[in-house]
């Protein structure tokens, strides 16, 4: 507890090594009770409002701890360790952003001014890198298409000066990666003879030797679904964006088939451009190779009736729950059980070991495909939900387990010294109930700690009260209308949150401001759409779920949040449905239990873009009017930050009119 004191304290480490350093007593306590729960073994949840610096408050104790535990000499000392780290600790975060965050600012921050010894390193899935054998083997045998020979250039000019590998240095398509990155399956290991050279392996060496490790959810629970296989051992997890970790783990806990999955599996073997693994075979017999492309042809054919049924089952809706063994007919099997087996000769008769393991590799997942097909046709896994999916052209087939409760618990906190799990939303009125219930975490110790924002001072929440509730025929129209008034007053700067696409394009086809630039969603990437909307004065961003989280506005940029409807979950959703009734079953109401403290963690999620500096200030509207009507609103309210509440739209003017005379702030414009 001493030495946290001397990080965080006024005079402590940080405050002589951190520019514009504040003393946060929340960063303290936070600090604090994580450094407790490492030396007593514990899980811990902490909700750390926005401005904490949770980031620092994790990272200190969980840093200390390794370091403590790996040697004497923990910080301001010379490395005493070489090879292996035998502790560590494992950093898992939801959104790239805060992994760069971590990566390239606050942990080199810390080695370089405090913990001198300190190891760190990104974690990514392997198909992030790209394959020098792969490549080589691309090149010699012209897999590359003629209209891909400029990315080809550009990528062997980028393998000349690389030092990670790593895709996100490069622009480059989807197809043409597919070709060359790593694929494990198809990795020959030490056996390979670029293995020295190898940017993966490389990763991996430096990853065994840190201390550190940061990661996604997604590689996490890829690393938990392939039984501990994927990253180095680790004693303890911090869990950042932890609100997402139930709907993270069901994916990839889950089974899955796909037309795309198919599709790769068969070009993968041969092509229908005449690429794949049967080409380089130039010792395969025409009989042969005509027999396995007849196979391939077959394959195609049937698995395109299969998927085609699927997508005439789903009758123009996106997703579909499944609900009877069989739902669709099995034409895929028999002709790709025997590709398998002629892939099976095809492998007795190689006489070369390296084209054994790539044929070998192709045979397991023509396997795997097999065994998921009938997992998820014969619906043989209790306790799961079976659905299909339509998302542009994809067409997915899929089994999701329903609580993950005990999968959690059993497979992932119980085989961990502690695990950490902090966000600015774990919280619902005031308490952990909902979050421990849905995680398995019962026993896990709580913390919540306010922001220090001032939110009385620095917001005003409005409440349309009086626009009619979302079942009425004329709610659409009355709502636009309202966020065509807001709009109006505030003159762009504003970022609007809506439910549905539907609701999203009536929107931006109906409301027109004059002098205010409106993007949505899907017009560009999302990185691409914030850009234009920060340097865009008079502009407003139209976007759905993926704009409630994980956009980070600061300052003038962005000076107010309209929130169209509460953002309860489809009730009809397949996963939603499920888990439901799983609470049914239990003689728990799902609408208490589910549905109302799901949507208050994603309300607050949208209501957080909103403050991100003790600077800013800035308006939230909620045009919901159910907040105020039904018994449920309070616990909605309650789980907010507490701030001004108004249901006059004139007080949003008054707000601007008082914030005008605020020093440095810039609220309002000449329009």
Same mark, same amino acid.
């Given at each position: 507890?001493?030495?946290?004191?001397?990080?965080?304290?006024?005079?402590?480490?940080?405050?002589?090594?951190?520019?514009?350093?504040?003393?946060?007593?929340?960063?303290?306590?936070?600090?604090?009770?994580?450094?407790?729960?490492?030396?007593?073994?514990?899980?811990?949840?902490?909700?750390?409002?926005?401005?904490?610096?949770?980031?620092?408050?994790?990272?200190?104790?969980?840093?200390?701890?390794?370091?403590?535990?790996?040697?004497?000499?923990?910080?301001?000392?010379?490395?005493?360790?070489?090879?292996?780290?035998?502790?560590?600790?494992?950093?898992?975060?939801?959104?790239?952003?805060?992994?760069?965050?971590?990566?390239?600012?606050?942990?080199?921050?810390?080695?370089?001014?405090?913990?001198?010894?300190?190891?760190?390193?990104?974690?990514?899935?392997?198909?992030?890198?790209?394959?020098?054998?792969?490549?080589?083997?691309?090149?010699?045998?012209?897999?590359?298409?003629?209209?891909?020979?400029? %990315?080809?250039? !550009? &990528? /062997? #000019?980028?393998? @000349?000066?690389?030092?990670?590998?790593?895709?996100? *240095?490069?622009?480059? +398509?989807?197809?043409?990666?597919?070709?060359?990155?790593?694929?494990?399956?198809?990795?020959?290991?030490?056996?390979?003879?670029?293995?020295?050279?190898?940017?993966?392996?490389?990763?991996?060496?430096?990853?065994?030797?840190?201390?550190?490790?940061?990661?996604?959810?997604?590689?996490?629970?890829?690393?938990?679904?392939?039984?501990?296989?994927?990253?180095?051992?680790?004693?303890?997890?911090?869990?950042?964006?932890?609100?997402?970790?139930?709907?993270?783990?069901?994916?990839?806990?889950?089974?899955?088939?796909?037309?795309?999955?198919?599709?790769?599996?068969?070009?993968?073997?041969?092509?229908?451009?005449?690429?794949?693994?049967?080409?380089?075979?130039?010792?395969?017999?025409?009989?042969?190779?005509? %027999?396995?492309? !007849? &196979? /391939? #042809?077959?394959? @195609?054919?049937?698995?395109?009736?299969?998927?085609? *049924?699927?997508?005439? +089952?789903?009758?123009?809706?996106?997703?579909?729950?499944?609900?009877?063994?069989?739902?669709?007919?099995?034409?895929?099997?028999?002709?790709?059980?025997?590709?398998?087996?002629?892939?099976?000769?095809?492998?007795?008769?190689?006489?070369?070991?390296?084209?054994?393991?790539?044929?070998?590799?192709?045979?397991?997942?023509?396997?795997?495909?097999?065994?998921?097909?009938?997992?998820?046709?014969?619906?043989?896994?209790?306790?799961?939900?079976?659905?299909?999916?339509?998302?542009?052209?994809?067409?997915?087939?899929?089994?999701?387990?329903?609580?993950?409760?005990?999968?959690?618990?059993?497979?992932?906190?119980?085989?961990?010294?502690?695990?950490?799990?902090?966000?600015?939303?774990?919280?619902?009125?005031?308490?952990?109930?909902?979050?421990?219930?849905?995680?398995?975490?019962?026993?896990?110790?709580?913390?919540?700690?306010?922001?220090?924002?001032?939110?009385?001072?620095?917001?005003?929440?409005?409440?349309?009260?009086?626009?009619?509730?979302?079942?009425?025929?004329?709610?659409?129209?009355?709502?636009?209308?309202?966020?065509?008034?807001?709009?109006?007053?505030?003159?762009?700067?504003?970022?609007?949150?809506?439910?549905?696409?539907?609701?999203?394009?009536?929107?931006?086809?109906?409301?027109?401001?004059?002098?205010?630039?409106?993007?949505?969603?899907?017009?560009?990437?999302?990185?691409?759409?914030?850009?234009?909307?920060?340097?865009?004065?008079?502009?407003?961003?139209?976007?759905?779920?993926?704009?409630?989280?994980?956009?980070?506005?600061?300052?003038?940029?962005?000076?107010?949040?309209?929130?169209?409807?509460?953002?309860?979950?489809?009730?009809?959703?397949?996963?939603?449905?499920?888990?439901?009734?799983?609470?049914?079953?239990?003689?728990?109401?799902?609408?208490?239990?589910?549905?109302?403290?799901?949507?208050?963690?994603?309300?607050?999620?949208?209501?957080?873009?909103?403050?991100?500096?003790?600077?800013?200030?800035?308006?939230?509207?909620?045009?919901?009017?159910?907040?105020?009507?039904?018994?449920?609103?309070?616990?909605?309210?309650?789980?907010?930050?507490?701030?001004?509440?108004?249901?006059?739209?004139?007080?949003?003017?008054?707000?601007?009119?008082?914030?005008?005379?605020?020093?440095?702030?810039?609220?309002?414009?000449?329009?």
């Amino acid at each position: 507890m001493k030495m946290l004191n001397n990080f965080f304290g006024i005079s402590g480490v940080l405050s002589k090594t951190l520019h514009a350093y504040e003393q946060r007593p929340e960063q303290q306590a936070m600090a604090e009770a994580i450094d407790k729960a490492l030396r007593n073994k514990n899980h811990l949840i902490v909700e750390a409002g926005t401005g904490v610096g949770k980031s620092l408050a994790y990272l200190v104790p969980v840093i200390e701890w390794v370091l403590d535990e790996n040697s004497s000499s923990r910080y301001f000392g010379t490395n005493s360790l070489s090879g292996s780290s035998s502790k560590r600790v494992v950093v898992s975060t939801y959104t790239k952003a805060l992994q760069r965050q971590l990566i390239e600012k606050e942990l080199p921050f810390l080695r370089d001014n405090i913990f001198k010894n300190l190891r760190f390193a990104l974690c990514l899935g392997s198909e992030n890198y790209v394959c020098l054998r792969r490549l080589e083997q691309t090149k010699t045998h012209g897999l590359f298409e003629i209209d891909e020979i400029r %990315e080809t250039d !550009a &990528l /062997l #000019n980028w393998i @000349r000066g690389t030092d990670t590998g790593i895709r996100a *240095e490069i622009d480059i +398509r989807g197809s043409l990666w597919q070709k060359v990155c790593r694929e494990g399956d198809l990795c020959y290991g030490k056996d390979c003879k670029l293995f020295n050279r190898c940017f993966y392996q490389k990763a991996k060496a430096n990853e065994r030797r840190a201390h550190v490790l940061v990661t996604n959810h997604h590689l996490f629970f890829a690393h938990i679904a392939s039984g501990w296989q994927v990253l180095p051992h680790f004693d303890i997890t911090v869990f950042d964006e932890a609100h997402e970790l139930e709907d993270v783990a069901a994916d990839y806990l889950g089974v899955e088939i796909s037309n795309y999955k198919l599709k790769h599996l068969l070009d993968s073997i041969l092509s229908t451009h005449g690429k794949g693994l049967l080409i380089r075979l130039k010792w395969l017999s025409q009989s042969d190779f005509s %027999e396995a492309n !007849a &196979l /391939l #042809n077959m394959v @195609r054919i049937k698995g395109d009736i299969f998927f085609q *049924e699927l997508a005439q +089952r789903l009758n123009n809706l996106t997703t579909l729950r499944i609900h009877e063994k069989g739902f669709a007919g099995d034409t895929i099997s028999e002709p790709l059980s025997k590709l398998f087996n002629q892939l099976g000769g095809v492998y007795k008769a190689s006489g070369d070991e390296d084209e054994k393991k790539g044929i070998i590799a192709l045979m397991n997942r023509c396997e795997e495909f097999l065994n998921s097909l009938k997992t998820i046709l014969m619906q043989e896994l209790e306790g799961y939900v079976y659905w299909t999916e339509k998302d542009g052209k994809m067409l997915r087939f899929v089994a999701t387990p329903i609580e993950i409760a005990k999968l959690l618990k059993t497979g992932v906190f119980d085989n961990l010294s502690s695990a950490i799990l902090t966000s600015a939303t774990l919280s619902i009125n005031n308490n952990f109930d909902y979050i421990k219930e849905r995680l398995g975490l019962q026993d896990a110790e709580g913390l919540l700690l306010e922001s220090p924002f001032n939110y009385k001072e620095q917001s005003i929440l409005y409440i349309a009260d009086d626009l009619s509730e979302p079942r009425a025929k004329d709610f659409e129209e009355r709502l636009i209308d309202r966020l065509k008034k807001i709009l109006e007053i505030m003159r762009g700067r504003t970022l609007v949150l809506f439910t549905s696409y539907s609701l999203l394009n009536k929107a931006y086809d109906t409301v027109d401001v004059a002098g205010v630039k409106i993007y949505k969603q899907g017009d560009a990437d999302s990185y691409r759409l914030i850009e234009k909307f920060k340097n865009d004065n008079n502009s407003a961003l139209f976007g759905t779920y993926t704009f409630w989280q994980g956009i980070d506005v600061p300052g003038d940029d962005l000076q107010c949040v309209i929130i169209t409807k509460l953002p309860f979950a489809v009730p009809d959703a397949p996963i939603t449905e499920a888990r439901m009734e799983a609470l049914q079953r239990e003689d728990k109401d799902p609408f208490s239990h589910y549905q109302v403290p799901q949507a208050a963690i994603l309300l607050k999620q949208g209501f957080g873009r909103l403050i991100r500096t003790k600077t800013d200030k800035g308006i939230i509207a909620i045009l919901d009017s159910r907040l105020m009507t039904k018994g449920y609103g309070v616990h909605f309210l309650n789980s907010l930050p507490e701030c001004r509440m108004t249901t006059a739209i004139d007080d949003i003017r008054d707000f601007l009119a008082d914030s005008q005379n605020t020093p440095n702030n810039k609220l309002l414009r000449q329009s």
